[in-house]
């Protein structure tokens, strides 16, 4: 079973600071994904990653970073934490083989911005 | 906009029936096709998916028809039952260049009512 793990699950965080959302995957994916969750929005892509060292831009990226320092982690960085950024985020990772396949998400972190 | 659009929020169908799900997208590039379930407060697992060379793909009581024409996709649920209540949402995937990432739909929230 794979086995994508987050931290930290909840985070409360004042306007203006700095969060850092953490991804570890144990199944040797290529794939690792941030997405985020919003009533009414359902799931939206931030920063995708297919390899170590380098991120790519989703469908949302503005006020977020994401880092790939290597094939197990993936992180995503609000520099400056806005109230709009309050929302759930999921992490997945996939072996897609360089195709779209099955996604294996994270359990979540839910962050509230003050 | 949104690329993959779900516009059902919410669907009540009656225990026993066929509930239908229905999904849009809007970019001719989308081949791979799948359907998510989500409970409250848990992360997205994999229901069923199919590749755009198919148009329907059966697994128990989950049917998913695809309809490349139209840009439409649904999945269809025979003889709901109560633990079928949850939120379903819908994606699509296209690769470029090698990275693959997957579009998620707004979601619809199926309650089987017994």
């Known amino acids: 079973e794979a086995a994508v793990t987050q931290s930290p699950r909840s985070k409360v965080a004042v306007t203006g600071g700095k969060v850092t959302l953490s991804c570890h995957q144990t199944?040797?994916?290529?794939?690792m994904y941030w997405y985020r969750q919003d009533t009414g929005h359902g799931l939206r892509l931030i920063h995708y990653?297919?390899?170590?060292?380098?991120?790519e831009k989703g469908d949302i990226p503005d006020g977020y970073k994401a880092s790939r320092p290597s094939q197990e982690n993936f992180s995503l960085i609000l520099e400056l934490a806005s109230l709009s950024q309050t929302a759930v985020y999921f992490c997945?990772?996939?072996?897609?083989?360089?195709?779209?396949?099955?996604?294996?998400f994270g359990e979540g972190s839910k962050l509230t911005v003050l | 906009g949104q690329q993959v659009k779900q516009s059902s929020p919410s669907l009540t169908v009656q225990e026993g029936g066929i509930s239908i799900l229905n999904c849009d997208y809007e970019?001719?590039?989308?081949?791979?096709f799948a359907w998510y379930k989500k409970y409250p407060d848990n992360s997205p697992t994999l229901l069923i998916s199919?590749?755009?060379?198919?148009d329907k793909r059966e697994d128990g009581r989950l049917t998913v028809f695809l309809n490349k024409s139209g840009k439409h996709f649904s999945l269809h649920i025979t003889a709901s039952q109560p633990e079928d209540t949850a939120v379903y949402l819908c994606?699509?995937?296209?690769?470029?260049?090698?990275?693959?990432?997957?579009?998620f739909g707004e979601g619809t929230k199926l309650t089987v009512s017994s």
């Open positions: 997945a990772s996939s072996d897609a083989g360089g195709r779209t396949g099955q996604l294996y």
């Open positions: 199944n040797n994916h290529d794939y």
């Open positions: 990653s297919y390899v170590a060292d380098s991120t």
């Open positions: 970019n001719d590039m989308f081949d791979y």
């Open positions: 199919v590749r755009s060379n198919v």
């Open positions: 994606a699509a995937g296209e690769n470029q260049g090698g990275s693959a990432k997957l579009i």
